[in-house]
């Protein structure tokens, strides 16, 4: 059992003033620890809103797609799907390059799908399913199943398909008995759009957003949160009240590769090794909202940040979530690390050249592994090796973990700005080329 207990007035400060640095107008951020959970709310709900309460609504972007692998998760849990089985197995529909691409490799995005955001970036996304099917069935798969690992929305609308059409109506009912099941009100299938007249209006947790719930292209992240609905679902994801051990663990275990290393994905989260366990996150931004989530189970830990207003990333989000959770539960998260000493100082200067680019340039491919290669060589329809470069150089980037196995090595880099700290994983293979990079 988890008693309310609030952060300090000198924490909560030193939160809202952070946001207020980061121009966020509205931030809600909730937090559990063992024996004790906290909401902290900061500002107003839009630039001339009401102040941020409990039931303030925030949409949550790509923190979402976590929503959509437990509802499949949960589904076969039921033995209602196999994760196994090819897509086309079900969704008949998909086009004859994507259909052999199994369920599992979708929720870990090692698929190979091409990302469909990229493919028509100026045209407005499909609301159903068959306009959607024919817009991008002539997208070219960027590698086999498993050979590589590629962040792509594409994956997840098709699984919101799956969803919907296991569950013989939609999406958005399907995601509902998930919220009705743990006494969620505080969550629903929503658009940003809706979550700003929600809040002007005051409506309750048992609005629906109509359009929401009629669109078929959905799943990528289409979920709202209020501040209470944020500290419910956290509790459940921590003490895996909707899945049972199986798929709980699947959920939180990061996918293998072909080539013997692992992704650092699992289904919906980001899995990261961290002081002989894992961390899992997910950022999200969309349409000005951004939010973050952090799981660390071996601590019972983890947090939802979410603001209303922020750039078009997750950084600061992603900062104001690490050093919430570290305040409420010391030793949850990568800043509990302290910097080491670096035996390998030029494989560190080619990771930071690599991540720490110009602007629109593409990364060195000699540099890169296989399963990474395979991305950044595909074009334009993928999202290639991450880019941390935002305009500036960090004071610092410092090794905080390394860790070694026969098939590869983690490095765990802190990045050091004036108002910001943030991190990076970077797995290399035992030749020194990077096959996984990623920010927390």
Known sequence: MRINTPFSAEQAHSLAQSAKDFNMPGLAIAVIAPGKKALMLHGVTSIAGRAVNERSWFSIASVGKHFTATALLELAMRQRVDLSKPIGHYLTDV?????????????????????????????????????????????????????????????????????????????????????????????????????????????????????????????????????????????????????????????????????????????????????????????????GWTAMSILNRSKASGVIAMCNLAPGNTRAIRHIAQTALESFAPGSTPLS????????????????????????????????????RLVAEHGSTVRSVPNLFAGEQPMGFDLVQRQSQETHTWHRYRLTYPNRIEHVLVGTSPEGKIFWAWPL
């Not at 910097?339 to 680019?357: F, G, V, W, Y």
């Open 95 to 287: 086009p004859s390059a994507w259909a052999s691409r199994s369920i599992l490799s979708l929720l870990r995005h090692s698929s190979g799908l091409a990302e469909y955001l990229s493919a028509a970036p100026e045209e407005p996304i499909p609301a159903d399913r068959s306009s959607f099917m024919a817009r991008y069935s002539s997208l070219s798969p960027a590698f086999n199943e498993g050979t590589g690992w590629m962040y792509t929305n594409t994956n997840y609308i098709l699984l919101g398909m799956l969803i919907a059409q296991l569950h013989g109506s939609n999406y958005a009912d399907a995601l509902h008995n998930l919220f009705v099941q743990i006494n969620c009100g505080g969550a629903t299938v929503a658009s940003p759009s809706w979550a700003r007249e929600a809040n002007e209006n005051d409506l309750s947790a048992a609005s629906i957003d109509l359009e929401s719930a009629k669109r078929e292209v959905i799943g990528d992240g289409d979920v709202c949160l209020t501040p209470n609905g944020a500290l419910i679902w956290l509790e459940q994801l921590v003490d895996g009240g909707l899945l049972d051990s199986q798929h709980h663990s699947l959920m939180l275990t990061a996918g293998p590769i072909a080539t013997g290393r692992p992704s650092g994905y699992g289904c919906g989260w980001f899995i990261e090794p961290m002081d002989g366990g894992t961390i899992a996150h997910h950022g999200g931004h969309f349409d």
């Open 337 to 372: 690390l302290n910097a080491m000493s670096d035996t390998a100082p030029e494989l560190t200067q080619r990771i930071r050249t690599q991540l720490l680019r110009e602007p629109n340039s593409a990364p060195n491919s000699e540099c890169l592994a296989d399963e990474l």
